[in-house]
């Protein structure tokens, strides 16, 4: 059972005073228990009013609505578990819409913020109010790729990018979920939520940024929480392996990019 979580009047005024009318978290009716508590607690904290969404679950499949979205291509591809969360970033955008959101926040359930995150991401917002309409901002680290070292620039937080950082964090506007729930009236869906992302670059449907440095990572990859869709729970070795490799990525091999 999802708990539902009682909005902030103060911080949804906030927020919306940069843009971000909705925040939305991919989340599971079953099995995600623990991801569940602990987001209502971390963003209780932050009294960050934000809506699970859940409407893609697995237990709601339908050939109807699985027809609506997807090729069927995607059955050999995914599992029902990954089909489910990638089908509920879709719900997003359909809420979005729907809402009129100008700007959202869409996290799968395993955030980890880097920094202050209140205070970052209206920094985010600001740049992303000159931006040309039609993007999307990867907020997170998750494939521990950055910005050129030699395109970074002091004050600046994002950069245009060719491809995504998976879907764990980002932010869009209103005219790229446009873009991309009419880009699937036409082309349904064939991969996996990031990949399909970077196949709707490739065509311009949208436009990518990266933010620099990034806001978030996935619990799911830094080994600090189990992932039940791919089955690989958190341990001390992976968050490690986790550590050394953001080391190395970020402190060394970075600069020389």
């Known amino acids: 059972m999802v708990t539902p979580v009682k909005e902030s009047k103060k911080n949804t005024h906030q927020l919306e005073k940069y843009g971000i009318e909705g925040v939305y978290i991919i989340h599971s009716t079953k099995g995600y228990e623990l991801q569940e508590q602990r987001i209502i607690r971390l963003f209780g904290g932050m009294d960050l009013p934000f809506e699970f969404v859940t409407d893609g679950d697995v237990s709601r499949f339908t050939p109807e609505l699985l027809e609506q979205y997807f090729d069927p291509v995607i059955y050999t591809r995914l599992s029902k578990g990954i089909l489910s969360c990638t089908l509920n970033h879709i719900f997003c955008y359909e809420k979005m819409v729907e809402r009129q959101n100008r700007f959202a926040l869409i996290f799968e359930n395993d955030p980890f ?77 064939d991969q996996v939520i990031d990949w399909w992302h970077n196949g709707m670059l490739d065509r311009n449907v949208m436009s ?19 992932s039940p869709i791919s089955g690989v729970g958190k341990s001390l070795k992976r968050r490690l392996g986790w550590w050394l490799q953001k080391t190395y990525k970020t402190h060394l091999l970075w600069h020389f990019t």
């Open 208 to 226: 990518m940024y990266w933010a620099h440095p990034p806001l978030t990572e996935q619990g799911s990859h830094n080994g600090k929480l189990a």
């Open 113 to 189: 913020f880097l920094s202050d995150f209140m205070k970052d991401i209206v920094q985010v917002c600001k740049e992303a109010a000159t931006l040309e309409p039609g993007f999307m901002i990867s907020l997170e680290n998750s494939t521990l790729r950055f910005p050129s070292a030699r395109k970074v620039k002091k004050g600046q937080w994002l950069y245009e990018a060719g491809q995504g950082r998976c879907a764990g964090a980002y932010l869009i506007d209103l005219h790229a979920a446009e873009a991309i729930l009419e880009d699937l009236r036409s082309i349904r869906c």
